[in-house]
């Protein structure tokens, strides 16, 4: 069996819980509210705004005989250059206030899950970061496009109001496929280790950030 089918066999569980959350089961079925959907938004900014820093990262913390993935860490910047940007658009456009988001303090969930992403760069192995890699863009691919479309129907709200998420949608599907090669040529037992040990990880601290968001529906459901 190829390392990207052991990873995600082993991560099954832990992908699973993620996705009974009721707030993403809630937003897949276009289930929320504008204040659910405006502050979800929020949390994504305070991640997604450290994804070009924690690439970087992982970039210089890789060893000279993963070259090649520094290499290919190189085209995952170039590709997430600005994506936080795009969210605070969404934000305005969705009439709230971009730049108080950008102030704001972030849940601590988000912080954790930030801070846990630098950690394994800095104090365990660069490679293992590649495990959030997994938990962020497979969940895009599984739900960014479909909860988009079903929450613009149901808030009506403008298309400019979903761009991170159908952005992301579409994006990652070739992501993926890129993301499943990177893996697949991984040979050394302690880095797929530590990929496995970080996309658990992640699976949980991204649930939580979910957990810790204002669950309110149009079907009258509140949390």
Known sequence: MKFYDELLLATEDARNDLLSIPFIQKGAAGDLTLESYVAFLGQAYHHVKHTVPLLMA???????RLEWLREAIGEYIEEEMGHQEWILNDIEACG??????RRATPHAETELM???AYDIIHR?????????VLVLEGTSVALATQAAERIEASLGLPKQAFSYLTSHGSLDVSHVDFYEKLMNQLDD?????AVVHCARMMYKLYGDIFRSLPLTTLSGDKK
Request: hydrophobic residues 40%; aromatic residues 10%.
């Open 124 to 132: 365990c192995n660069p490679v293992g970061f590649f495990g959030m």
């Open 114 to 116: 930030v801070a846990y």
């Open 189 to 193: 037992e302690a880095d797929k280790a």
């Open 58 to 64: 992982t970039g210089g913390a890789l060893p000279e």
């Open 96 to 101: 709230s206030d971009k730049e108080a988001v």
